[in-house]
C-alpha cells in the first residue's frame, strides 16, 4: 500500500535530535476537556498552581484604561516594569531581565550557558522544565532525590552543586513537594557553588512561605556567586494567563546575555500594564496569600485525617502520597469535576500534587478524597 504523505513526512527531516527527544511537559488538564471527561460544568481546576482569588482589581482597570494600546509594539526592554521591580527590590534595573513568564527565563539561561557536554543539577520530583529546557539545549541532567522524609537531601545537594555543573536550578519553595530551605540550608548550598557554576534559584512561590523563610534575592546580593533569582506574577498575583515572570542576576553580565537568549518583544503590552498594576496592589496579594495559607493549613489537617502521608508546604499546593497508582486517584477525581496532578516522574508515581483552590472547591476535594481513600 502507498504510504501517506504524513507518514512519508514524518520520518524525512533530520531534527535537532535533543529537541526531538524532549519529554512532553505534564501540563494540567484544561477545562473544555475536564468536562468532556467528567460530564461536569463546575469544574475545581486544582492542577496548575493558580490563584482561586484571581487577580486585583487595579489589574483590570489597567487593562481597560487607555495605556492599554494593543495596536503598539510594547517595550522590548519593558524599563516600566523594570524600573519598578528595582524599586521594590533595591537592585539595579539592568541587573533585571523580564520573561515571558519566569519559564522563559529558564529557557534563556539554558540557551544562554548550556550546550552539549554541560551538565545541569537539579532535584526530583522536579519542575519540568528545569529538566526540559536544559535538556533541549544538549546538556545532561543530574536529579537528586527528595530525601525519606519529603524535603531537600541537604547532602547529596552539596555534593552534586560542588562537582561544578554548568547550572544549578533550584526552586524553594520546592515545587512540586512544597519544602522551602531554611537561611541556613540555603547558605550551605551556596557555599558549596565553584567558580564556572550558575546558581538559579527558582523562587516562583516565594510570596507564600513562612515569615521567617530566607529571601533568595538578599542571601545571594552578598555572597559573590554568580547566581539569578527568578520570581513570577503567575502565582501569588494571579496573572498567569498574561506570562510574566522575572530573573535578577547577579551582575550586567549575566543579565546581559540572558536578554541576549530571549525573543526581543517576548513581554506583550497587557502583561508589562498589569504586572505594573498588580505590583502596586500589593495590599491585595498580601491578603490573597494570607487566605490561601490559611486554607492550606485546613486542608492539610483534613487529608492528615483521611491517613495520608503529606510533604511540608510553604505554596500553595499539597504534595502527597496516595499509597497507589496516582494517576487511578486522578481520574476518579476527573469524575467528581476536580483536576489534579498526577506525579509522573519515575519511582514517585504515588504522589499526586493537589492546588489550594477556593473553600468551596478545597472541600469538594476533601469530601472526594474520604470516599476514594481506603480509611486506614
Ligand atoms: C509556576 C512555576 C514557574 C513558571 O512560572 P511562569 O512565570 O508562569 O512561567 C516557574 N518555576 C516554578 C518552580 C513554578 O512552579
Given at each position: 500500500?502507498?504510504?501517506?504523505v504524513?507518514?512519508k513526512?514524518?520520518?524525512?527531516?533530520?531534527?535537532?535530535?535533543h529537541?526531538?527527544?524532549l519529554?512532553?511537559y505534564?501540563?494540567?488538564?484544561?477545562?473544555?476537556?475536564a468536562?468532556?471527561?467528567?460530564?461536569?460544568h463546575d469544574?475545581?481546576?486544582?492542577a496548575s498552581?493558580?490563584?482561586?482569588d484571581?487577580c486585583?482589581?487595579?489589574?483590570?482597570?489597567?487593562l481597560?484604561?487607555s495605556?492599554?494600546?494593543?495596536?503598539?509594539?510594547?517595550?522590548?526592554?519593558?524599563?516600566?516594569?523594570?524600573?519598578?521591580?528595582?524599586?521594590?527590590?533595591?537592585i539595579?534595573?539592568s541587573?533585571?531581565?523580564?520573561?515571558?513568564?519566569?519559564?522563559?527565563?529558564?529557557?534563556?539561561?539554558s540557551?544562554a550557558?548550556?550546550?552539549?557536554?554541560?551538565?545541569?543539577?537539579?532535584?526530583?520530583?522536579?519542575?519540568?522544565?528545569?529538566?526540559?529546557?536544559p535538556?533541549?539545549a544538549?546538556?545532561?541532567v543530574?536529579?537528586v532525590?527528595?530525601?525519606?522524609?519529603?524535603?531537600?537531601d541537604?547532602d547529596?545537594?552539596?555534593?552534586?552543586?560542588?562537582?561544578?555543573?554548568?547550572?544549578?536550578?533550584?526552586?524553594?519553595p520546592?515545587?512540586?513537594?512544597?519544602?522551602?530551605?531554611?537561611?541556613?540550608?540555603?547558605e550551605?548550598l551556596?557555599?558549596?557553588v565553584?567558580p564556572?557554576?550558575?546558581?538559579?534559584?527558582?523562587e516562583?512561590?516565594?510570596?507564600?512561605a513562612?515569615?521567617?523563610?530566607?529571601?533568595?534575592?538578599?542571601?545571594?546580593?552578598e555572597?559573590?556567586?554568580a547566581?539569578?533569582?527568578?520570581?513570577?506574577?503567575?502565582?501569588?498575583?494571579?496573572l498567569a494567563?498574561?506570562?510574566?515572570?522575572?530573573?535578577?542576576?547577579?551582575d550586567?553580565e549575566?543579565a546581559r546575555v540572558?536578554?541576549a537568549?530571549k525573543?526581543p518583544?517576548?513581554v506583550?503590552?497587557?502583561?508589562?500594564?498589569?504586572?505594573i498594576?498588580?505590583?502596586?496592589?500589593?495590599?491585595?496579594?498580601?491578603?490573597s496569600v494570607?487566605?490561601?495559607?490559611a486554607?492550606?493549613?485546613r486542608?492539610?489537617?483534613?487529608?492528615?485525617?483521611l491517613?495520608?502521608r503529606l510533604?511540608?508546604?510553604?505554596?500553595?499546593f499539597?504534595f502527597f502520597d496516595c499509597?497507589g497508582?496516582?494517576?487511578?486517584?486522578?481520574?476518579s477525581l476527573?469524575?467528581?469535576?476536580?483536576?489534579v496532578?498526577?506525579?509522573r516522574?519515575k519511582g514517585?508515581?504515588?504522589f499526586?500534587r493537589a492546588?489550594?483552590?477556593?473553600?468551596a472547591?478545597?472541600?469538594?476535594?476533601i469530601?472526594?478524597?474520604a470516599?476514594?481513600?481506603p480509611?486506614?
Amino acid at each position: 500500500m502507498e504510504q501517506s504523505v504524513e507518514a512519508k513526512l514524518e520520518s524525512s527531516l533530520p531534527f535537532n535530535p535533543h529537541v526531538a527527544s524532549l519529554p512532553a511537559y505534564n501540563a494540567g488538564m484544561n477545562i473544555a476537556a475536564a468536562r468532556a471527561a467528567s460530564g461536569r460544568h463546575d469544574i475545581a481546576r486544582l492542577a496548575s498552581n493558580e490563584n482561586p482569588d484571581g487577580c486585583s482589581p487595579a489589574v483590570m482597570a489597567a487593562l481597560a484604561s487607555s495605556a492599554f494600546e494593543p495596536w503598539r509594539y510594547a517595550d522590548p526592554a519593558c524599563s516600566a516594569l523594570r524600573a519598578a521591580l528595582g524599586e521594590r527590590l533595591r537592585i539595579e534595573p539592568s541587573r533585571i531581565v523580564v520573561g515571558n513568564g519566569s519559564e522563559e527565563m529558564i529557557a534563556a539561561i539554558s540557551r544562554a550557558l548550556l550546550v552539549p557536554g554541560t551538565s545541569v543539577a537539579t532535584v526530583v520530583p522536579s519542575f519540568g522544565l528545569h529538566e526540559i529546557e536544559p535538556l533541549a539545549a544538549g546538556a545532561s541532567v543530574v536529579k537528586v532525590p527528595m530525601s525519606a522524609s519529603l524535603g531537600f537531601d541537604l547532602d547529596a545537594l552539596e555534593q552534586a552543586i560542588a562537582a561544578g555543573p554548568r547550572v544549578v536550578f533550584l526552586s524553594s519553595p520546592w515545587n512540586p513537594v512544597g519544602p522551602g530551605l531554611d537561611s541556613q540550608a540555603l547558605e550551605r548550598l551556596v557555599s558549596a557553588v565553584r567558580p564556572g557554576t550558575l546558581f538559579v534559584l527558582d523562587e516562583a512561590y516565594f510570596e507564600f512561605a513562612d515569615p521567617d523563610a530566607p529571601d533568595g534575592i538578599e542571601v545571594l546580593r552578598e555572597s559573590g556567586i554568580a547566581h539569578v533569582v527568578l520570581r513570577t506574577f503567575s502565582k501569588a498575583y494571579g496573572l498567569a494567563g498574561l506570562r510574566v515572570g522575572y530573573a535578577v542576576c547577579s551582575d550586567h553580565e549575566v543579565a546581559r546575555v540572558i536578554a541576549a537568549a530571549k525573543t526581543p518583544f517576548n513581554v506583550n503590552a497587557a502583561a508589562q500594564l498589569a504586572a505594573i498594576a498588580a505590583l502596586e496592589d500589593e495590599a491585595w496579594m498580601k491578603a490573597s496569600v494570607a487566605r490561601i495559607r490559611a486554607e492550606r493549613l485546613r486542608v492539610a489537617a483534613a487529608l492528615e485525617k483521611l491517613g495520608l502521608r503529606l510533604a511540608p508546604s510553604q505554596t500553595n499546593f499539597l504534595f502527597f502520597d496516595c499509597g497507589g497508582d496516582s494517576s487511578a486517584l486522578a481520574a476518579s477525581l476527573l469524575q467528581e469535576g476536580i483536576i489534579v496532578k498526577a506525579w509522573r516522574e519515575k519511582g514517585y508515581e504515588c504522589f499526586l500534587r493537589a492546588t489550594i483552590g477556593s473553600p468551596a472547591e478545597n472541600d469538594r476535594l476533601i469530601q472526594a478524597l474520604a470516599q476514594l481513600v481506603p480509611a486506614k
